[in-house]
Each structure stands twice: as structure tokens, then as C-alpha cells.
């Protein structure tokens, strides 16, 4: 290749090459189009402004829709989390100073009822009233069960709670069906907590 020649078959050539035309055909378009076509419609009219400005506030309107469609995909998930998952299908009046044998009470009813979703649920509040109660881990309403995790990593049998609290991070955050065995798990697990 000799210095000071340019390639005119590469792609960087053709494309400016298309854009040099189609910029010289927009400008045939807008400034010859009445003389060479009497029929083409005159833009100056009112009746040419009037529909851009309704087209170009239907493309705002449609931008803004689209924006704030993808801002509640994107934010829904941190705004229904503020709902803590473990009040799910439990009254939240109900959970203020209730007694762990009244969590334990709940459990066996709802056990009695079938439902050992909330048979599990029950057992893990009774596990938190405990935790509470003994001084480990006062209740907080921002305290997650990452948090709790933690806590009873340092106790000396941390087993059984690691069992609650995991049993409940599924229940609330996966599609796991909650079981019999899945609740008779949880109440060996409330059975070894010391």
C-alpha cells in the first residue's frame, strides 16, 4: 500500500460512503421537494404541526411509559421486600409480644389444620421469641435472617437454629413445598435448642 492512498473497499469506506448518500438524499428531499413535486405536501401548513406535535408527545409519553416500566421491574423486588417475608399470612398485630409457647401453640394448630408452611413459620418465630428472651438477639424489624445467621454461628450449638433459619429463607424465598417432614425436620431441630 502506497503512503497517502486509502482503501475504498473496507467497511469504515462503505459505511461512510451510505451515509454520505443518505445525508445527500435527506437534503434533496427537504429542500427540492415542492419545486420538483408539486403533489409532495407543503410542511408548512398547521395541519403538518399539529400532527408532529401530537406525534412527538405521543413518543414522549411512550419514552416515559417504557422508563417508568422498567424502573418498577427494576425496583419492585427492593420495594415489596420492605414487607418482611416472615409476617406473610400472619397478621402483623400478632406478632408483638407473643410468647414462645404461644408460637409453640400456633405450630401444633396450624400442624392440626395441615398447613406446615406456617407450622414451620411458627416454630422459627418461637426460635426469635427465644433468641429475644434470652438476651442473643433482641428483636430488631430491619434484622434479616443473614443477620441471625451469624449471631447463632456463635453459639455453642448453632445447628438447630441454622435449621430454622434456612428452612425459613426457603419457605419465604423459594418455591420449596412445605412438607410433614419438612415441618417434623424443624421440630427436632426446635427440640435440640438449648
Known amino acids: 500500500m502506497a ?5 475504498k473497499d473496507g467497511i469504515g469506506w462503505q459505511w461512510h460512503q ?9 437534503e434533496r428531499l427537504i429542500s427540492g421537494a415542492n419545486i420538483d413535486r408539486p403533489n409532495f405536501p407543503n410542511f408548512d ?22 422508563l417508568v416500566w ?8 427492593y420495594l415489596y421486600a420492605q414487607k418482611s417475608p416472615r409476617d406473610r399470612g400472619l397478621p402483623q398485630k400478632s406478632t408483638q ?14 400442624q392440626q389444620q395441615g398447613d406446615y408452611r406456617q407450622a414451620c413459620i411458627c416454630l422459627y418465630r418461637a426460635m426469635l421469641q427465644q433468641l429475644h428472651e434470652k438476651g442473643i438477639a433482641p428483636h430488631k424489624a430491619s434484622r434479616t435472617d443473614g443477620e441471625y445467621l451469624k449471631i447463632v454461628a456463635q453459639l455453642p450449638q448453632p445447628q438447630p437454629y441454622q435449621t430454622l433459619l434456612l428452612t425459613h429463607q426457603q419457605l419465604c424465598f423459594s418455591n420449596i413445598d412445605a412438607t410433614a417432614s419438612l415441618l417434623a425436620q424443624c421440630q427436632q431441630a426446635y427440640q435440640q435448642i438449648p
Do not use: D, H, N
Open 3 to 7: 503512503t497517502g492512498s486509502y482503501q
Open 18 to 26: 451510505f451515509q454520505t448518500r443518505l445525508g445527500e438524499w435527506w
Open 45 to 66: 401548513s398547521p395541519m403538518w404541526e399539529i400532527l408532529a406535535r401530537v406525534v412527538f408527545w405521543c413518543v414522549v409519553v411512550a419514552f416515559i411509559a417504557w
Open 70 to 77: 422498567g424502573l418498577w421491574k427494576l425496583l419492585s423486588p
Open 97 to 110: 409480644g407473643v410468647s414462645v409457647s404461644q408460637w409453640l401453640a400456633r405450630s401444633r394448630k396450624f
